[in-house]
């Protein structure tokens, strides 16, 4: 994934020079020393703190989202060090600490699935490195050789029988080099990571005392409610702040920038009456202000047979293919937006001042949310600092190339100085100002022999590019590469799982008037319902079992067909599916994990019914067993819920949806219970939170083509008449 | 001034009549487990209860709230975590996230209550707070383990 995370210019200068520092070295413990009296604890090293009680606290660079990250580190380290489980806990270092410190953390971007496996070797180091430098404090103080020292859960025991605490010789530890190299672990030694250990941040989250960014409170804050222009690209034309200025708490009315009106108030629900009650007049670009769902249908139906296109795989001569070809198979089909809905709606507090700029918020990219801030107030990066609070959700939304949340908090604070501001987005103006799932089509042909082989292949996509949106600066020769998740010849972050002797995978990139966004998944989404819901239509043109169809493209991809035959098994595709009821298969490759997905499904009264879905992932290596079947679970509900029940439409320029009334998700009715098979196959590391959140939807709309006839072309499933049950 | 009782204690609320109870507990009372998801009850994730029964605090107005009646948030269903709910989520690792969370436990703590050995389908009738996160199925086990702890 290249998932940059910064639009401006002065963010981009200062997450770039910090990457040469030692980064690449993928060792880089040492960074930054002569900052350490800056941090409030004494630390063995960047990444490890051991307090005289012997309790040891993690640095974790990566954020957590619920995503179970945060635990998966702090696993990681512990097994290194040989450490207590049962006193390890963990901070958050901020932004601003990271660059004063060359980068020393590496990124904090949390996106891509990447929170494990992009950071796994350098927090593991760390964990190596602390407990060769607490050992060998230990040694100078014995005058023994380390070697000789066994350690168990902290305590280091000496040749002798003597004993020592990592808490003992913490202090000893810190004053010592950082070694050049150490050696990992084989993660057949592990005892702590790859076990299924419970999180260290679930207590505080059932009995409310959990502090997420919309709970953040510090001394004098006031609150802000905003309201930004309704069409993209319009910009504020005038409103009569006297209007509202006498309602209960109103501090402010004023416009925060050109699209932009806030009123500030001592409490949240006041400003937010006084901001309903505000009329404010817009100026709308023309064009944006009549674009409507028929037009963005137009524009993606005419994309499907442009002359013009990216190429993103290609091989042999389709033209050619399905020229001869015995019988050609057409299908087109389509994905709509989609919007995160984090259930914790945008929001951040600013404090600035004439020379400091300090942010609390939920971000999953604190970097880019400095960078804003910098850019907001026009302050240097040194001026200023985000405190990383909990997320309640990201899914792409926070801090993936949209800060907006702490970019309009910072604005907000611009104009009251030495007062905190809390800007909170109510759900409406969160679900009508999001960064939204691409709306794409795909249109596709294919070519059998006469014995029903797959000969050729042509794949059109057409529509909305999310480089191209948010960040132009990553397109290569005006192609966006990442249209084509799972869909690459080769590498090892998506590969196509089939052989396709002739092949053609393009992109006709057409942009509608509105912003789009990496949503969990990303383009994996549309791509794995596209071309799987193809593959099963000429499986059936082919009057060939999809299995078996499958199977025959996948010889030469050995761990695709793994996840798919375990899935196969799973759900008892051998035995056939009860009667009145079909199976339904799927397998993608996303974010270096191979997944699959089974589902058993029945209809009656248009009504579908998931009896049971099988999940398998092979994500190379697992941390934590538990946490990632939460994340199949999770990511199933979060799947099943975009292509099932939920979609963004607009009508003169205006998203149409505004909560949860209009845009459902799924809930504890529909949801089906998940199988899990995780089948870690060793030697790469793949991600864990997206890549299982594209495999349930083809396979329950396969089951329902195999039970009905009726095939799902179109998202969400209500366009076809039936609904989840 | 308007007053109501919270956790136990008596308040005092310097708010107008028509302040949604989610928005007195997290701005005048400070109690921010309760949390807001839509306002519009539709998301639970302000679930609270009141006299035992689980109300949704962003559709109640200061001014509904009638003498004696009992308001019992997140921070007051138990004094130390032990209530069955919490200890069975702590157990199962139900969170994610979390921001649904207190709204789920506040509901699925009167369901125990008036259904003390829910079957799946009374979980599926009664739980309707969304979870964006998606810990369903662990909120289904949750309920069945916190029953076995009562
Ligand atoms: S905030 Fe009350 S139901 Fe969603
Ligand atoms: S745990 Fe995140 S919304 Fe439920």
Redo the contacts with the bound molecule.
């Keep these: 994934m290249t998932e940059h995370f910064t639009l401006s210019r002065r963010g981009f200068l200062a997450s770039a020079a910090a990457t040469t520092g030692g980064l690449a070295l993928g060792f880089p413990l040492g960074a930054g020393a002569e900052q350490l009296d800056k941090l409030a604890q004494p630390e063995i090293n960047a990444w490890v703190v051991v307090q005289p009680d012997n309790t040891v606290i993690v640095r974790v660079a990566k954020i957590e989202m619920g995503q179970g990250t945060l635990t998966g580190l702090v696993q990681l380290v512990a097994e290194e060090m040989d450490a207590d489980w049962d006193t390890v806990s963990w901070s958050y270092p901020t932004p601003g600490e990271n660059v004063a410190r060359e980068r020393v953390w590496g990124s904090f971007g949390t996106f891509g699935s990447q929170g494990i496996r992009t950071s796994q070797e350098m927090v593991r180091q760390g964990g190596a490195a602390a407990r060769a430098m607490l050992l060998q404090a230990a040694a100078n103080r014995w005058n023994v050789d380390p070697g000789e020292f066994s350690v168990e859960r902290g305590v280091i025991t000496g040749p002798g029988g003597e004993t020592l605490t990592y808490g003992d010789v913490a202090e000893d530890a810190a004053r010592l080099d950082v070694p050049e190299s150490v050696t990992l672990k084989d993660p057949s030694e592990w005892t702590i990571a790859g076990k299924s250990l419970l999180r260290l941040d679930t207590a505080d989250k059932t009995d409310g005392s959990r502090v997420f960014s919309i709970d953040f409170k510090v001394d004098g804050m006031v609150n802000a409610a905003i309201r930004q222009t309704p069409v993209q690209g319009g910009t504020v034309a005038g409103f009569d702040a006297s209007s509202v200025e006498g309602m209960p708490g109103v501090q402010r009315v004023l416009q925060v920038d050109d699209s932009t009106v806030a009123v500030v108030a001592d409490t949240w629900w006041r400003a937010k009456k006084a901001l309903d009650a505000l009329e404010i007049e817009w100026d709308f670009p023309e064009e944006n202000a009549s674009f409507g769902t028929e037009d963005l249908e137009a524009m993606l139906t005419e994309g499907l047979t442009a002359e013009e296109a990216f190429i993103g795989n290609e091989a042999g001569d389709v033209a050619e293919a399905l020229g001869k070809a015995a019988q050609v198979v057409e299908a087109t089909y389509s994905y709509p937006w989609q919007h995160h809905v984090t259930m914790e709606p945008m929001n951040a507090t600013a404090l600035v001042t004439d020379d400091s700029c300090t942010v609390w918020t939920s971000t999953q990219n604190a970097e880019s949310d400095l960078a804003a801030a910098s850019e907001a107030s026009g302050l240097e990066i040194p001026q200023c600092d985000i405190h990383r609070m909990n997320l309640g959700g990201g899914f792409g939304r926070r801090g993936a190339s949209s800060t907006d949340y702490t970019t309009i908090g910072v604005k907000i604070a611009m104009q009251m100085k030495g007062t905190a501001v809390k800007v909170i987005w109510s759900r409406e103006e969160d679900m009508t100002h999001g960064a939204y799932h691409p709306a794409t089509k795909a249109r596709f042909r294919g070519g059998l022999d006469a014995d029903g082989n797959l000969t050729g292949m042509h794949m059109r996509i057409s529509g909305q590019s999310i480089f191209a949106g948010l960040m132009p600066f990553a397109l290569e020769d005006g192609k966006d590469p990442l249209v084509f998740q799972g869909l690459q010849a080769d590498g090892q972050e998506g590969q196509l799982g089939y052989t396709i002797p002739n092949l053609l995978i393009d992109h006709a990139m057409r942009n509608p008037p509105l912003r789009p966004g990496f949503w969990r998944g990303v383009n994996n989404n549309q791509n794995s319902f596209y071309l799987e819901s193809f593959i099963d239509e000429l499986a059936l043109a082919a009057d060939r079992d999809p299995l078996e169809f499958r199977r025959a493209l996948m010889q030469d991809h050995p761990k695709h067909l793994a996840v798919l035959n375990k899935v196969a098994e799973g759900i008892g595709w051998e035995n056939g599916a009860p009667e009145g009821r079909a199976f339904g298969l799927c397998q993608h490759m996303g974010y270096g994990s191979y997944v699959a997905a089974a589902a058993e499904v029945s209809v009656e009264n248009d009504a579908v019914k998931i009896h049971r879905i099988v999940a398998a992932t092979d994500p190379g290596h697992v941390v934590n067993p538990q946490q990632v079947e939460a994340q199949i679970e999770g990511s199933f509900a979060m799947g099943l819920s975009a292509s099932m029940m939920s979609e963004i439409t607009m009508q003169d320029g205006r998203v149409q949806e505004e909560n949860f009334d209009t845009y459902p998700i799924v809930s504890m009715w529909e949801m089906p219970d998940v199988e899990k098979h995780i089948i870690p196959s060793g030697g790469f590391w793949g991600g864990v939170g997206e890549p299982t959140i594209f495999v349930a939807t083809p396979a329950v709309l396969n089951a329902v083509a195999r039970l009905t006839g009726k095939r799902v072309r179109e998202l969400p499933l209500y366009r076809s008449g039936l609904r989840l049950s | 001034m308007p007053a109501l009782t919270v956790n136990g204690t008596r308040h005092e609320v310097d708010a107008e009549p028509d302040t949604p109870l ?1 928005w007195v507990l997290r701005e005048q009372l400070g109690l921010t487990g309760t ?12 679930t609270v209860q009141i006299d035992g029964q689980p109300m ?4 109640i107005q200061l001014q509904d709230i009638r003498e004696g009646e009992e308001i019992t948030t997140i921070e007051g269903l138990s004094p130390d975590r032990s209530h069955p709910i919490q200890q069975a989520w702590i157990e199962l690792d139900v969170p994610q996230c979390g921001y649904c969370q207190s709204g789920q436990i506040m509901a699925a703590a009167a369901l125990l209550r008036d259904v003390p050995e829910p079957t799946d389908e009374d979980i599926r009738a009664s739980m309707s707070n969304l979870c964006r996160c998606g810990t369903y199925n662990r909120i289904r086990a949750g309920i069945k383990r916190a029953s076995e702890l009562s």
Aim: hydrophobic content about 30%; some cysteine.
């Design positions: 989610l949390k807001y998801g839509c306002g519009i009850a539709a998301c639970g994730a302000c949704r605090s962003c559709q």
